[in-house]
């Protein structure tokens, strides 16, 4: 009866568990948020819909967001493309190789989009790598204005997407029975007919979530828009910054803010209506009852896909008999291979992606030290007096402290939150746990302008713009994400036996957590703190409204330097971020590896 009545209650846990997190998101998200769109239809005490008025009464900003529609769409689709076969490569490689392939794609994913975008500016300048390379071929008799243009900000935005979709897509490729294929093979089926019938709809989960975050991302990008663009490839994030930090016009940046909303809920009910938010998950869609629209919908993306293997069986064909007409070797191993991941032209598709991806930050490193070349390329000489300013100026200097200071705050409080979030998702067998994945999962989800946006507006509320703490705040909120689908990974396998023989010998559940638990889990969580910080110490959008005028972090130094006066100091301090960033990397992985043994 003692223990009976002593019993927890069977909610008691998932609220200790999912309690902070879901406080944490309430308070810091949901709120400023929600009042944020609220101020777009009442200002002064009263209901009103002046800011839609003004938004539609131009056709000004419907252009602006048609651009921005017509920029995201084509970012996604080309990095979805692109990104597809360097997923499909590093998910087909065994362990021992898998980790030097992926290092790029994640030092590219980690490395700051300022210091991205910047390395853009420097090669598309008139003096820069791509305009010398074309000079000299003999392609083009003088420099072209490749900067301020459409194909820049496409270029741009890719290289700094791409790295997204590969890391969503191979979440979902590292799960498939890569057997299947063969036994296709092994019935008759040829390799080209194979992969698109069987491999990719197990893999176009992957494709479709990689597809939505990448337009998430992008259509609340603005720093390469406002770097690389110009007056034609405005954004909306863009309208938002000015009606924020120039006229203070909060009605009228909500009323833009639920716009954006407006846009993103469509395309998710689209992707709902046509593969269903499940297939998010990992799980195969529902196709309908015969005769319904989404049988027939299948129907047809079979059809299309016996026409891609067919064509591309043909393909293969033609290069193999090609390969035997020239004598060598290349079409007779690619009629061969039953691993397209394995071919020739395969790997030399990913290392030119990866080049693509990783060649403009590392650029940055010779131009650091050069001598008094500039930004110009090819440097010459050698000089250490880039590095030499950047020390001796304090505004670095205070900046990369602060940066330094929010960021292992930020990740403290975001692994503190987020693990027994991560538990609870992980090991509970409750209801509804779709619908907390999603709550988790808001903030990535949510453009970040609006987030940084609605922070901003709440902070000036109770104080805290300008405050170490309330950046702390902020980025802990986009930090726990991170954290939870990091956890989440390294709970799955966790032996929870271990846990139980601890106990059945006697040890309490604080015990059995320090002593047992907490040492198995210990790199697994120095690896989540380090994501955290990685997200954390590359943060700008809520630090360009939080931070206040003279207390920036290192990304809002960099933007107003960018912003404001391109000089070569930035070269140096780019080169010293990506250097961070491939340490923290590093250790991030060691630890990650430790953890899953």
Not at 11 to 19: A, D, I, T
Not at 95 to 116: E, G, I, M, P, Y
Not at 254 to 278: P, Q
Not at 388 to 417: D, M, T, Y
């Amino acid at each position: 009866m003692r223990r009976t009545a002593l019993r927890r209650p069977p909610w008691l846990r998932p609220l200790l568990l999912g309690g902070p997190l879901a406080l944490l998101f309430l308070l810091l998200l949901v709120y400023p948020v929600g009042q944020l769109l609220l101020l777009s239809v009442y200002s002064d005490g009263a209901f009103t819909l002046a800011p839609y008025r003004q938004l539609f009464a131009s056709s000004v900003y419907v252009n602006v967001m048609l651009i921005t529609l017509k920029i995201s769409v084509c970012t996604t689709v080309l990095s979805v493309i692109a990104g597809y076969p360097v997923a499909y490569l590093i998910a087909s490689l065994p362990r021992q190789h898998k980790s030097a392939w992926l290092f790029w794609v994640l030092l590219s994913f980690w490395t700051s989009f300022l210091v991205r975008a910047f390395a853009w500016i420097v090669m598309l300048g008139r003096n820069g790598v791509i305009n010398q390379w074309l000079t000299a071929t003999g392609l083009q008799d003088a420099p072209a204005n490749l900067l301020y243009s459409l194909g820049a900000v496409l270029v741009s935005m890719v290289h700094a997407l791409m790295p997204l979709a590969v890391l969503t897509m191979l979440s979902v490729m590292e799960n498939i029975d890569r057997n299947l294929p063969r036994a296709a093979l092994t019935l008759g089926a040829r390799p080209g007919t194979a992969f698109w019938r069987v491999y990719f709809p197990l893999s176009m989960p992957g494709v479709a979530a990689g597809a939505i975050m990448v337009f998430v991302t992008a259509i609340g990008f603005f720093i390469v828009p406002a770097l690389l663009g110009g007056r034609k490839e405005i954004m909306i994030t863009q309208l938002i910054i000015e009606q924020v930090l120039q006229t203070m016009n909060w009605g009228f940046a909500g009323a833009i803010s639920v716009l954006m909303l407006i846009v993103v809920l469509a395309v998710f009910a689209v992707y709902d209506k046509l593969l269903g938010l499940s297939t998010m998950a990992g799980t195969s869609p529902e196709h309908g009852r015969p005769g319904s629209r989404s049988a027939m919908l299948h129907r047809k993306a079979q059809a299309l896909l016996a026409a891609l293997g067919s064509a591309s069986d043909r393909l293969l064909a033609l290069l193999s008999r090609a390969g035997r007409n020239t004598g060598r070797n290349t079409g007779r191993n690619i009629g061969r291979n039953t691993e397209p991941g394995r071919s020739l032209p395969m790997r030399a598709f990913v290392v030119l992606a990866l080049l693509f991806l990783s060649v403009p930050a590392l650029l940055m490193i010779p131009l650091s030290v050069a001598g008094r070349s500039g930004l110009n390329w090819p440097p010459s000489g050698f000089s250490l007096q880039y590095y030499q300013e950047l020390l001796a100026a304090p505004l670095w200097l205070q900046a990369g402290l602060r940066s330094l200071i929010v960021g292992l705050g930020a990740s403290a409080l975001a692994l503190l939150i987020g693990t027994p979030a991560a538990l609870l998702l992980a090991r509970s067998t409750m209801r509804g746990k779709s619908l907390l994945l999603a709550f988790v999962l808001s903030p990535i989800i949510v453009p970040r302008m609006i987030i940084a946006v609605g922070l901003f507006y709440f902070f000036a509320k109770v104080g805290l713009v300008g405050s170490s703490f309330g950046l702390m705040l902020g980025h802990t909120v986009i930090a726990v994400p991170y954290v939870v689908l990091t956890m989440m990974a390294v709970l799955r396998n966790y032996d929870m036996r271990l846990d139980l023989a601890a106990q059945s010998l006697g040890a309490r559940p604080w015990q059995t957590l320090r002593h047992v638990t907490f040492p198995i889990l210990a790199a697994g969580l120095m690896s989540s703190f380090l994501f955290a910080f990685a997200t954390s110490f590359d943060e700008l959008t809520i630090s360009l409204f939080a931070s206040g005028g003279m207390s920036a972090t290192l990304p809002k130094q960099f933007w107003d330097q960018v912003t404001l006066q391109i000089s070569p100091v930035i070269a140096a301090v780019s080169t010293c971020l990506l250097a961070f960033i491939a340490v923290l990397l590093q250790v991030a992985d060691r630890l990650r590896r430790r953890s899953l043994q």
